[in-house]
Nanobody, 118 residues
Framework: QVQLVESGGGLVQAGGSLRLACVAS????????MAWYRQVPGKERELVAR??????NYADSVKGRFTISRDNAKNTAYLQMNSLKPEDTAVYYC?????????????WGQGTQVTVSS
């Protein structure tokens, strides 16, 4: 059974930084797509960043500010968020999937709140 546990969210001023962590159990981050999504009330969940092997991709809104990475030995994925803006405020969810195009093959963490004050 796959479980994902996120940590690292909190309140930060605009321009500040946070690093989110997602510890996985039941499956290896090295063999899956690992991603971070975010959601605000009333809006759909949106992809922030994804990593698989050496390939990464980012939402246009976070390019140059956020970096996704993973530590295979710790079975953990990270999202380093720099130059944070108030519009980055959301609940951030970790996602693991061997094939993200198949809904039932996506696993999710419980979410961690990120709040950026102006």
């Amino acid at each position: 059974q796959v479980q994902l546990v996120e940590s690292g969210g909190g309140l930060v001023q605009a321009g500040g930084s946070l690093r989110l962590a997602c510890v996985a159990s039941g499956s290896a981050v090295s063999r899956n797509f690992m991603a971070w999504y975010r959601q605000v009330p009333g809006k759909e969940r949106e992809l922030v960043a994804r990593i698989r092997s050496g390939d990464t991709n980012y939402a246009d809104s976070v390019k140059g500010r956020f970096t996704i990475s993973r530590d295979n030995a710790k079975n953990t994925a990270y999202l380093q968020m720099n130059s944070l803006k108030p519009e980055d405020t959301a609940v951030y969810y970790c996602n693991l999937s061997p094939d993200y195009s198949i809904p039932r093959r996506n696993y999710w963490g419980q979410g961690t709140q990120v709040t950026v004050s102006s």
